[in-house]
Each structure stands twice: as C-alpha cells, then as structure tokens.
C-alpha cells in the first residue's frame, strides 16, 4: 500500500462501486454501509450494472472505438479524489462484469486507467477468507494502472457477522474499518 496523497480533514469526492453485477451483492451492501461511515464528503455510489459494456476486445475496439459509457466512467474517476470498491470473487478472480469494464478503462487512450486516484478497496465473501483473492489480486494489479491503493479491508463471513439494521456486528472488523476511515478523511 502506498501513503496517503490526500491532507487529513480535507474534503474528499468519493466514488464507490461494488465489482458485482449481482442484484442481491453483499458487496453492494458493504460499499453502501461503507460509504455512510464518512462524514463531510461526498460520496457518489454508482452501479456497474449502469456501466455494462460490449465484452472487450481489440477488433471491436478498432471497429467502434470506445464506448461512451467508458468515457462517462472515466470522468466520474477523473473527477473524484478517492476511489472506494468492494470486490466479489468468481473463481479467485474479478466478476466478468468488473473486468470488462476496467479492459475498457484500461485502453482508453492519454490516461491511467485509474487517473492516480487514491484507491481505498474492500472485498466480502460468504466464506471465512473475505474475498482476499481477488483483493490481493486488485492490490497488486491497481498501480500498475495509475491507482493508489492507500487500503484494504477484507470482510469475512458475510451473513454471520453483517446485520442490515446494524451494519458489521463482528466487533474487531468494526474497528479495523473505523481506523481505516478514520485514517483516509
């Protein structure tokens, strides 16, 4: 993880998105629940579902160029400060959805595909290892595309310790992620 590009108490525009096409995400549920713990910022939560896509590839790309829901997502990023997503897991790896937006992303041209935003990514899962597969996979891959990954929370065990009238019921991953946004506003 790289320091924090930001000065502490300074307002922030945050976007925040799960990387699941999923109706019923628990990844969409963590990112809203996420999102409502900042305070004095302005969090814009968008759907990926809103963002889909022809599936990647160079011939399309050469026939019909970028799509201008690519363009769209690429200024919402431009124009945010920090950039917050939560990841599902699909065999250890992104959700196809996810991937083919950030392919698109990626080839656009005279950009990062992440604009050198500071990045803050998450990942909850049904089972015991909170998605940290496909976190580590986005940790490691994100600076490569001009994204400063300043934090990472993976989430264990989602229907046992999230409540939707409360939140995250799991004490210590509570904190954990309170410090986090304590340390990123």
């Given at each position: 993880?790289l320091?924090?590009?930001?000065?502490?108490s300074t307002?922030?525009?945050?976007?925040?998105?799960?990387?699941?096409?999923?109706?019923?995400?628990?990844?969409?549920?963590?990112?809203?629940?996420?999102?409502?713990?900042?305070q004095?910022?302005?969090?814009?939560?968008?759907?990926?579902?809103?963002?889909?896509?022809?599936?990647?590839?160079?011939?399309?790309?050469m026939?019909?160029?970028?799509?201008?829901?690519?363009?769209?997502?690429?200024?919402?990023?431009?124009?945010?400060?920090?950039?917050?997503?939560s990841?599902?897991?699909?065999?250890?790896?992104y959700?196809?959805?996810?991937?083919?937006?950030f392919?698109?992303?990626?080839?656009?041209?005279?950009?990062?595909?992440?604009?050198?935003?500071?990045?803050f990514?998450?990942?909850?899962?049904?089972?015991?290892?909170?998605?940290?597969?496909?976190?580590?996979?986005a940790?490691?891959?994100?600076?490569?595309?001009?994204?400063?990954?300043?934090a990472?929370?993976?989430?264990?065990?989602?229907?046992?310790?999230?409540?939707?009238?409360?939140?995250?019921?799991?004490?210590?991953k509570?904190?954990?992620?309170?410090?986090?946004?304590?340390?990123?506003?």
């Amino acid at each position: 993880m790289l320091p924090l590009q930001t000065n502490k108490s300074t307002y922030m525009k945050i976007l925040a998105f799960a990387a699941s096409n999923s109706s019923q995400s628990i990844n969409k549920k963590l990112i809203h629940y996420t999102a409502s713990l900042f305070q004095n910022h302005e969090v814009e939560i968008i759907d990926i579902n809103d963002y889909e896509m022809p599936i990647y590839s160079t011939d399309r790309q050469m026939a019909t160029g970028i799509p201008e829901l690519a363009t769209t997502l690429g200024q919402k990023i431009d124009s945010s400060d920090l950039i917050m997503i939560s990841f599902a897991e699909h065999n250890g790896s992104y959700v196809t959805a996810f991937k083919n937006i950030f392919d698109w992303l990626s080839v656009m041209k005279d950009r990062k595909t992440w604009g050198e935003k500071n990045m803050f990514l998450m990942a909850t899962s049904p089972g015991p290892r909170g998605a940290i597969g496909v976190l580590e996979m986005a940790e490691k891959r994100f600076p490569f595309n001009g994204g400063h990954v300043v934090a990472t929370f993976s989430f264990p065990s989602f229907a046992t310790n999230f409540k939707e009238e409360e939140g995250i019921i799991l004490e210590e991953k509570k904190q954990e992620l309170l410090s986090i946004i304590e340390r990123i506003s």
